[in-house]
């Protein structure tokens, strides 16, 4: 459906109205800067930092003055960097991207070595002197997180992690895992807060770079049909749903050390729950918006003992087939412990404890290898109070309910009741599509392209702080425990189901069932 038929405005005044509201169009060119790529020999550098900066590049969306310089223990010429850089490009990258990357630069050493610093000044300032860079860094951690704390304390030490005889700006990207439990997100706060100051720090969670996870902005607070149904006098119960079809993909040492709870609950499925159920921001501004996120995530009940047994399911897939190929069980995986108790699965309920939310429930769940590749939000809204086709006509009518698709088809969709065409009143489940992809075509901007062009300009507001952090730990801190101690009890699911029978008989406990998909 065209937003013609939803509203009668033209395409042009949509889009000019889009322009308007938003806050960080490819048209913000960030000021001459050196991006400093820790780990630049590794995968993410490879397969998301140089593809996004190429794109950038391509776009006109980074500044004349711009280079970077790769770190890494490999040895690499400078050459070697280059070479790289353009095999990372789709396609050995645009003449535009060739252009900048005759400046990129590398400089090989441990981040334990101070004279590796030493070196990484040096070129610094040949940067500067150069490249016009104007003493402006950004220094992304793109490198193993047990690296984070030296390199930040070789920043610190080297006195690169402050503005420099010329002034300028240093920014620190940091990437997930932002520590593994609270305790250890506590001392990595402080070993990058001994050297940088938070509003120099931009943590990255990817999924707050995704277009649909900022529309669920947009669709919040600059409309004024959802926002006054979106609470406890209209809202039945809430789902949210991080859906991998994928299992473990050759990663099954790094999966055994993460599980689904760290790996997604801890960070893309809270913040997804946040941006949902949080207050209206007075403005689109980084902390404004945070302090809504925090002041929901303070809101959700952290759970005891028995509820973190009771409100929780924990799952394990074995094999089956996804799209009629069949694979292997998690514990077959290669680098799996045969015994392993790691979850790939978890479903749990939700209290939000504030004036608008106060009894809904919330239930989340996230697994690997199950049936779509699907990311969610269901708002799946109240009965009507009275309904005066009872009985058979509108028995199997379903709460009404808005989709947020977050992956794959971006969009939304409206499911309601309305009436079959014939002489019976008979009503069905109809639904009102809206998809991004149809509506603006070719225009979805990779998440890594907007946080980093976000972080180059320092617009923070969608990267996490620090007390989102450590309060996401808090809330999970009591199923950690549970875990560890082996409860509740690993559910095994079939690969490619929706996951195992003890998920839906905990949403059954207030007679609701998962909104699944085919
Ligand atoms: N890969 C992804 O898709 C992805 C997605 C989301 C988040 N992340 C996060 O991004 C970070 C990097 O992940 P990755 O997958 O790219 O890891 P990776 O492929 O193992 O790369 C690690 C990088 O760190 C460098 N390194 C390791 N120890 C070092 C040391 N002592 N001194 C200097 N350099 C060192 C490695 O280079 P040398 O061996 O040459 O020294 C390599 O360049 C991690 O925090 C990860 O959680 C990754």
């Not at 050995?92 to 990129?104: D, I, L, M, N, Q």
């Not at 441990?110 to 500067?128: G, K, Q, W």
């Not at 993909?249 to 941006?275: C, K, P, S, T, W």
Request: contains cysteine; negative net charge.
């Amino acid at each position: 459906m065209s937003h013609n038929e939803l509203g009668g405005n033209e395409p042009g005044e949509l889009l000019a109205a889009t322009d308007a509201v938003d806050t960080a169009g490819s048209t913000r060119r960030p000021d001459p800067l050196c991006l400093v790529i820790f780990g630049a020999s590794g995968d993410l550098t490879r397969r998301k930092i140089l593809p996004a900066l190429s794109r950038l590049a391509t776009r006109g969306s980074l500044p004349e003055e711009f280079t970077v310089i790769g770190v890494a223990r490999t040895p690499l010429s400078d050459e070697e960097f280059q070479r790289r850089a353009l095999e990372a490009a789709d396609g050995g990258g645009s003449p535009e991207w060739k252009r900048r990357v005759a400046r990129f630069s590398y400089v090989a050493g441990d981040n334990a070595d101070p004279a590796m610093f030493t070196r990484l000044c040096e070129r610094l300032s040949e940067s500067d002197l150069k490249g016009g860079t104007a003493g402006n860094r950004l220094y992304y951690l793109a490198t193993v997180p047990g690296q984070f704390a030296a390199v930040v304390r070789g920043l610190g030490k080297a006195g690169i992690n402050i503005a420099g005889k010329m002034g300028g700006f240093s920014r620190l990207v940091v990437e997930k895992p932002f520590g593994t439990d609270l305790d250890s997100a506590v001392r990595l706060s402080a070993a990058i807060h001994a050297d940088f100051d938070e509003d120099q720090i931009f943590r990255i969670d990817h999924y707050m770079g995704k277009e649909t996870v900022q529309n669920i902005l947009a669709l919040r607070f600059a409309n004024s049909v959802f926002e006054p149904i979106w609470n406890r006098r209209h809202v039945d119960h809430v789902q949210v749903m991080v859906a991998e079809s994928l299992g473990v993909e050759g990663r099954g040492g790094f999966y055994e050390q993460a599980g689904a709870l760290r790996d997604i609950v801890q960070n893309h499925l809270m913040q997804v729950l946040a941006l949902t159920l949080m207050e209206p921001p007075g403005a689109a501004e980084g902390d404004v918006i945070r302090d809504e996120k925090v002041k929901l995530l303070r809101s959700v009940v952290v759970f005891d003992e028995k509820q973190a047994v009771s409100q929780v399911v924990r799952g394990q897939y074995g094999a089956g087939s996804i799209d009629g190929v069949a694979v292997p069980a998690y514990r077959d995986e290669p680098g799996v412990d045969p015994l392993s108790q790691v979850e790939t699965y978890v479903a749990a309920r939700v209290d939000v404890d504030n004036w608008r939310w106060a009894g809904v429930p919330i239930f989340v769940r996230t697994g690997k290898r199950l049936r779509h590749h699907q990311t969610e939000v269901r708002m799946v809204f109240q009965r009507p109070p009275h309904l005066p086709f009872a009985g058979k006509l509108a028995r199997d009518l379903r709460r009404d309910s808005l989709t947020l698709r977050i992956q794959p088809d971006d969009g939304i969709s409206l499911a309601f009741g309305a009436k079959v065409p014939g002489p019976t009143f008979t009503i069905s489940n109809v639904a009102m599509d809206f998809s991004y992809s149809e509506q603006f075509p070719g225009q979805t901007v990779d998440a890594y392209d907007r946080l980093l062009l976000d972080a180059m300009v320092g617009d923070p507001m969608l990267f996490i702080r620090d007390d989102e952090v450590q309060r996401a730990w808090t809330i999970l801190r009591p199923l950690q425990g549970a875990f560890a101690q082996g409860e509740p009890r690993l559910a095994t699911y079939e690969a490619g189901t929706w996951g195992p029978e003890e998920a839906d008989r905990l949403i059954g406990t207030v007679e609701r069932h998962w909104r699944n998909s085919e």
